[in-house]
């Protein structure tokens, strides 16, 4: 029943020929015929802004792998394939195609001295005042001055603080009753860094150092050249990689293009077009038998996406060359199928045809390439401002607001209409009740008068 305030009696005074009932019939009578076919409408619309929602998702999808397609990186990654142990590599995209052969005859080495064994890190060394002097075969030198109270700990510290990085000291635990070693270690590998120390007495005598593994240059064949190196990462024998030498022994390196990247970006894209085809079918059609109808039949906008994605899908390029030429093509169901042997011989055979085609820009096929007319087409559908699903977007959100406005508009002339009708109603109840009361009168004083004879 509606709700109309203060009118709570009304049908009292016509005994329930004018009541709410009537008035609610009457109303919503008036709603169905005018309310409901505005809402209709904005269901109708809010269902194609979702559906846009979707299609939009899936035109992206299809977007993302055109562009991975349309760019160099994809074509440009490498694999990597290392028989071996003594060396690994890494190898930067874009890398041309080859096979290192190395075997490794020695890797450089640091050089590294112990000094003999001392009972604690507060032990000293020598009963003189001396001055021990650290050369590297390289030239580089220091010296630091010593005497009878200087402790292996306190030479740690001196050494570290003036060899300028060039070398490195530590205390080591080696166990047993004089546990402790003072260590020596050249901070660089290669022939270069071997280490000389002396004194102007005995100091270095008394110090004790021996060597643990003396420094050595790299020395190993590349692709059957003998090269030596002072360090064991080497990146100057072929751009884009850098080869690190790990034992002796033989490694061969295989550099090839990664055409699996390529391979599983294909199939993304072949199953972003399938799922895309099949929305827009779904949403564009139209059974005459049984009437039914997508959601997008009739809109244009919609409707010609289709046509645009497949002119560019299934185009020639200038040399006469199409996407079934590596194995892809549409089935009787409109879907595209991947035909994985004939597509890897490609990649395999001529990766360079892949690129031409997918791609563009290079040398041998300077146009842009099928997978950059894609990927601008879908840029122009529903990317760029004034494309096709965002001015129908933007139409539909247009249409949204002005139903709303128009049902609001409706909804509150039919209040005021029936707010009216209700004080009409409760006017005509509260005549109706005062003829009832006089004609009561009436009666009763005719019947008074007829009792009396």
Do not use: C, W
């Not at 709603?31 to 802004?49: F, G, M």
């Not at 929602?53 to 694999?79: C, M, P, R």
């Amino acid at each position: 029943m509606a709700d109309f305030g203060a009118l709570s009696s009304l049908g009292l005074g016509s005994q329930g020929a004018l009541n709410y009932d009537i008035i609610d019939k009457l109303k919503k009578a008036d709603q169905d015929a005018i309310i409901k076919p505005i809402d209709s409408k904005i269901t109708v619309d809010k269902n194609r802004e979702d559906a846009l929602a979707k299609l939009t998702t899936l035109l992206a999808t299809l977007k993302g792998s055109a562009s991975t397609l349309s760019y160099d990186n994809i074509y440009s990654k490498v694999a990597v394939n290392t028989d071996g142990t003594s060396a690994t590599a890494t190898v930067a995209d874009g890398t041309s195609s080859q096979t290192i052969n190395l075997d490794v005859t020695n890797i450089a080495t640091n050089d590294v001295q112990e000094s003999k064994a001392f009972n604690k890190e507060t032990s000293t060394f020598t009963d003189e005042a001396d001055t021990l002097d650290f050369k590297l075969a390289s030239g580089e030198s220091f010296s630091v001055d010593v005497d009878e109270n200087t402790t292996i700990a306190q030479l740690r510290d001196m050494i570290n603080n003036k060899s300028n990085g060039t070398m490195s000291a530590s205390i080591l635990n080696v166990g047993g009753d004089d546990p402790y070693k003072l260590i020596l270690k050249s901070t660089k590998t290669g022939a270069d860094n071997a280490i000389t120390v002396s004194s102007d007495g005995h100091a270095d005598d008394d110090l004790g150092l021996s060597s643990v593994s003396a420094a050595q240059d790299a020395s190993f064949t590349y692709n059957g050249v003998s090269i030596t190196r002072s360090t064991n990462d080497i990146n100057d024998l072929a751009v884009g990689v850098d080869i690190k030498l790990i034992d002796s022994g033989k490694t061969t390196i295989k550099i090839s293009q990664n055409t699996d990247s390529i391979k599983d970006t294909v199939n993304s894209f072949i199953s972003a077009y399938n799922d895309l085809m099949d929305n827009l079918d779904e949403n564009t059609k139209y059974d005459s038998t049984t009437k039914q109808q997508g959601i997008f039949q009739g809109v244009s906008q919609i409707r010609g996406i289709k046509y645009d994605i497949n002119d560019t899908v299934f185009s020639y390029d200038s040399k006469g060359v199409s996407l079934a030429d590596f194995g892809i093509t549409q089935n009787s169901a409109g879907h595209l199928e991947l035909d994985e042997s004939k597509f890897e011989n490609k990649l395999q055979t001529d990766p360079n045809a892949v690129k031409d085609f997918f791609k563009g820009g290079t040398d041998t096929h300077p146009k842009d390439g099928l997978f950059v007319k894609l990927n601008k087409k879908l840029q122009s559908i529903f990317m760029d401002s004034y494309s096709e699903i965002k001015l129908y977007k933007n139409y539909l959100d247009d249409d949204i607001k002005a139903l709303t406005d128009q049902k609001n508009t409706q909804t509150k002339q039919l209040d005021n209409k029936y707010n009216i009708l209700a004080k009409k109603f409760a006017a005509y109840d509260s005549i109706i009740a005062t003829f009832n009361s006089q004609s009561q009168s009436l009666q009763m004083q005719i019947q008074g008068f007829l009792n009396k004879k």
